[in-house]
């Protein structure tokens, strides 16, 4: 079976689902049951959303999951499948073996990613037996918190708890997705510790999709969130000291530099805010499985300069830790690989799909990867003497960008400004860097991190002014056919 490759596959793959359940299998279905139970005691006919929860699973849940790259069968090259049902889990307090509907595991540790829970079509989403003006996501965290619920919602969240905790138990995992539908609506847990293990429940880790139409028209959301890769590839985070128990050398076949970091603004007694960047390194590893892991070294923050002078500095240290850990990789995993280019990632789109170059994992904090660079500039321009670091000689040519920047910024988000070499001052720059990625314009982008809508420029959230030239996403993004650059090598 072929991997679905994309959201857009997996919508008209999902629209061929609800037109073979809705126009065929449902009714089917609901003809023959009212054939052979219909009695004169018995004589309500047996509608499409009584059918059981079995033929859910087999005519729908089945089906989307596939369509998510969860799958149930696999080639004999592939190995085993990577979605295991009716996956049986010991529970030590009660000393009983409890079941789950669906398991789905990391290809070769056998590491929990995903719970699917199934209930019967008939079943609806949860309401609050005291209503109160509540979304769908804040019923189902209130829920969570002990708010008694309608119908057996309160019982089954208890089951899904329980079902998470002995996974975690058994594996010191907690899985990254918890899905519960009825094959109609669904409800997907971004956060499985934060809703099942923390009591917190925060209802904006939290997606409700009230019934098929809602799948619909959010599918783009459900493929982000759920598609195998992407949930395989949320790179975990682990201390060297957990490595070795992860992943044999053996099986890394890549390496890349990367960064955590995170954006702040601080408050001026007489000026406005000034922005404020923290760095630390961190090292992505993939298995030749196609899993990636990301490894944090010493907990050692480092904060950009406000001073240039100190800015060369800055860089070495943040370099010579960087290659620390590296160092420190290569001998637990006893392996000599060394990092591979950016370039190198994005043109490689199995490998890009499950860590995207940059990704933000909460407000204004980041993930980025760095390639065969340690920081996410370059300590000096690849072109020398660009006369459009300095925002009064682009403006004598007429091509200057609006606003000017002559200091530290955070609106627009600027840490570099004019006459410092990390600064470009140009318009045309600015205006290609800030142009969005749309669906006609996409495959002139080629791969990039951002979605529909975003700015092209991979950095645009924290960095909106860098020099390209200085950039370490420079050689990704002069690939593309839409980005031209005024100066050249």
Same mark, same amino acid.
Request: hydrophobic share 35%; aromatic share 10%; glycine share 4%.
């Given at each position: 079976?072929?991997r679905v490759?994309?959201?857009?596959?997996f919508?008209?793959?999902?629209?061929k689902?609800?037109?073979?359940?809705?126009?065929?299998?449902?009714?089917?279905?609901?003809?023959?049951?009212?054939q052979?139970r219909l009695?004169?005691?018995?004589s309500?006919?047996?509608?499409?959303?009584?059918?059981?929860e079995?033929h859910?699973?087999?005519?729908?849940?089945?089906?989307?999951?596939?369509?998510?790259?969860?799958?149930?069968?696999?080639s004999?090259?592939?190995?085993?499948?990577?979605?295991?049902?009716?996956?049986p889990?010991f529970?030590?307090?009660?000393?009983?073996?409890?079941?789950?509907?669906?398991?789905g595991?990391?290809?070769?540790?056998?590491?929990?990613?995903?719970?699917v829970?199934?209930k019967?079509?008939?079943?609806?989403?949860?309401?609050?037996?005291?209503?109160?003006?509540?979304t769908?996501?804040?019923i189902?965290?209130?829920g969570?918190?002990?708010?008694?619920?309608?119908?057996?919602?309160?019982?089954?969240?208890?089951?899904?708890?329980d079902y998470?905790?002995?996974?975690?138990?058994?594996?010191?995992?907690?899985?990254?997705?918890?899905?519960?539908?009825?094959?109609?609506?669904?409800i997907?847990?971004?956060?499985?510790?934060?809703?099942?293990?923390?009591?917190?429940?925060?209802?904006d880790? *939290?997606?409700?999709? #009230?019934?098929?139409? !809602? =799948?619909? /028209?959010?599918?783009?959301? &459900?493929?982000?969130? $759920?598609?195998h890769?992407?949930?395989?590839?949320?790179?975990?985070?682990?201390?060297?000291?957990?490595?070795?128990?992860?992943?044999?050398?053996?099986?890394?076949?890549?390496?890349?530099?990367?960064?955590?970091?995170r954006?702040?603004?601080?408050?001026?007694?007489?000026?406005?805010?000034?922005?404020?960047?923290?760095?630390?390194?961190?090292l992505f590893?993939?298995?030749?499985?196609?899993?990636?892991?990301?490894?944090?070294?010493?907990?050692?923050?480092?904060?950009?300069?406000?001073?240039? *002078?100190?800015?060369? #500095?800055?860089?070495? !240290? =943040?370099? /010579?830790?960087?290659?620390? &850990?590296?160092?420190? $990789?290569?001998?637990?995993?006893?392996?000599?690989?060394?990092?591979s280019?950016?370039?190198?990632?994005?043109?490689?789109?199995?490998?890009?799909?499950?860590?995207?170059?940059?990704?933000?994992?909460?407000?204004?904090?980041?993930?980025?990867?760095?390639?065969?660079?340690?920081?996410?500039?370059?300590?000096?321009?690849?072109?020398p003497?660009?006369?459009?670091?300095n925002?009064?000689?682009?403006?004598?040519?007429?091509?200057?960008?609006?606003p000017a920047?002559?200091?530290r910024?955070?609106?627009?988000?600027?840490?570099?400004?004019s006459?410092? =070499?990390?600064?470009?001052?140009?318009?045309?720059?600015?205006?290609?860097?800030?142009?969005?990625?749309?669906?006609?314009?996409?495959?002139m982008?080629?791969?990039?991190?951002g979605?529909?809508?975003?700015?092209?420029?991979?950095?645009?959230?924290?960095?909106?002014?860098?020099?390209?030239?200085?950039c370490?996403?420079?050689?990704?993004c002069?690939?593309?056919?839409?980005f031209?650059?005024p100066?050249?090598?």
């Open positions: 079976m072929m490759r994309n959201a857009d596959d919508l008209r793959e999902f629209r689902i609800r037109e073979r359940y809705e126009t065929y299998f449902g009714p089917r279905i609901a003809d023959i049951r009212n052979y009695t004169p005691v018995e309500t006919p047996v509608s499409v959303d009584e059918n059981l079995a859910s699973r087999v005519y729908v849940v089945n089906s989307l999951l596939s369509a998510l790259n969860w799958r149930l069968d696999s004999p090259d592939e190995d085993l499948p990577n979605l295991l049902p009716e996956a889990v529970d030590l307090e009660r000393g009983t073996t409890r079941f789950l509907d669906y398991l595991l990391e290809h070769k540790t056998n590491a929990p990613l995903l719970i829970e199934t019967r079509p008939s079943s609806e989403l949860p309401r609050l037996k005291n209503p109160r003006n509540s769908p996501e804040e189902v965290s209130q969570l918190r002990g708010m008694a619920l309608t119908g057996g919602w309160s019982k089954w969240f208890n089951d899904i708890k998470v905790r002995v996974v975690h138990q058994q594996t010191n995992r907690v899985p990254k997705r918890v899905i519960v539908t009825n094959g109609d609506w669904l997907l847990f971004l956060d499985p510790s934060d809703a099942f293990l923390n009591g917190i429940a925060s209802s880790r *939290i997606l409700v999709f #009230s019934n098929r139409d !809602d =799948v619909e /028209n959010r599918y783009l959301e &459900l493929f982000r969130h $759920v598609e890769n992407a949930v395989l590839g949320q790179a975990d985070a682990l201390e060297l000291g957990e490595l070795a128990f992860n992943i044999p050398g053996r099986d890394v076949d890549r390496i890349m530099h990367g960064l955590r970091l954006y702040f603004e601080e408050p001026g007694l007489w000026m406005e805010s000034v922005p404020s960047i923290k760095i630390t390194p961190v590893i993939r298995s030749r499985f196609g899993a990636w892991l990301r490894i944090e070294g010493p907990r050692k923050e480092f904060r950009l300069p406000q001073q240039e *002078i100190e800015l060369g #500095s800055h860089f070495n !240290d =943040v370099r /010579n830790a960087a290659e620390f &850990l590296l160092n420190q $990789v290569r001998q637990s995993l006893e392996i000599t690989l060394t990092p280019p950016l370039w190198k990632h994005y043109g490689d789109e199995d490998s890009f799909e499950p860590i995207r170059g940059v990704y933000e994992t909460k407000k204004d904090e980041f993930t980025v990867a760095t390639g065969d660079n340690t920081h996410y500039f370059l300590p000096e321009p690849s072109v003497n660009c006369l459009h670091h925002w009064v000689s682009s403006n004598a040519i007429g091509v200057a960008s609006n920047v002559f200091a910024r955070t609106n627009p988000r600027s840490y570099f400004f006459t410092e =070499v990390h600064h470009c001052a140009h318009r045309d720059v600015a205006n290609a860097k800030s142009s969005a990625i749309t669906a006609e314009n996409l495959s982008c080629g791969l990039r991190s979605k529909e809508g975003q700015a092209f420029c991979e950095i645009w959230r924290f960095e909106q002014h860098l020099c390209c030239r200085t370490s996403f420079e050689m990704v002069t690939k593309a056919a839409v031209k650059l100066c050249t090598p």
